[in-house]
């Protein structure tokens, strides 16, 4: 926009034998940098604090020792993956753990659309799946995902999509015996604060 600005400026008064290479050289950068790769997160998350954005990011990795193409954690982070990143093949975001697109990284959970059962039913599927291997998994990469889905079921965009990471996160938080964190207390706790984070913050890993 500042690029683009100076031209305009330059344009209405043309002062000096240098004005017109001027305009040419701010118009060719102005060209550059509308084609260069932006952020590869999905603009919703630039509008959560920071610190939510970093769990989502924390979660992005798959855990060691699971299969690439089986198993509820790597289809749900599949689709955890969507939800939070543009497809980079694509260089758009994909709404659904359907469509075809996404390479492996960001692939489908589900392949085809069922008109009789639609996907969060279907990837219910996953979800039981997860919770019944949920023991093998690392805890650190159980962490960092519940959290992650926690931030999904609270502040996804999409009503579809967020009611669906919300039950999951539920479901997650109850396998645990434990109760629900309220989207308020998310951000007290998550907000960009440390006063907010040291209320939840145990005294041994403060530093």
């Not at 390479?103 to 997860?130: A, I, K």
């Not at 805890?139 to 959290?147: G, K, R, T």
């Amino acid at each position: 926009m500042n690029r683009l600005q100076n031209i305009i400026d330059i344009a209405m008064d043309p002062q000096g034998p240098n004005a017109m290479a001027t305009i040419i050289k701010l118009a060719r950068e102005l060209q550059a940098s509308e084609t260069e790769p932006g952020p590869v997160t999905q603009a919703w998350t630039h509008r959560i604090p920071m610190m939510q954005q970093s769990v989502l990011l924390a979660a992005i990795r798959g855990p060691d020792g699971q299969p690439k193409y089986g198993g509820g954690a790597k289809m749900l982070l599949r689709w955890l993956r969507r939800c939070v990143l543009l497809s980079a093949m694509d260089g758009r975001v994909i709404d659904n753990p359907i469509d075809e697109n996404g390479g492996s990284f960001t692939g489908p959970s589900l392949n085809g659309h069922d008109e009789l059962e639609p996907w969060p039913e279907r990837m219910q599927l996953h979800v039981n799946e997860y919770l019944r291997q949920v023991d093998m998994l690392p805890h650190h990469y159980q962490l960092h995902f519940m959290h992650a889905v926690e931030i999904l079921g609270y502040k996804h965009p999409d009503h579809e999509i967020r009611h669906f990471w919300h039950s999951l996160y539920v479901r997650l938080v109850h396998d645990l015996h434990l109760w629900p964190e309220t989207a308020e207390q998310l951000d007290d706790r998550l907000g960009d604060t440390r006063s907010g984070w040291l209320k939840r913050a145990d005294p041994a890993t403060v530093a």
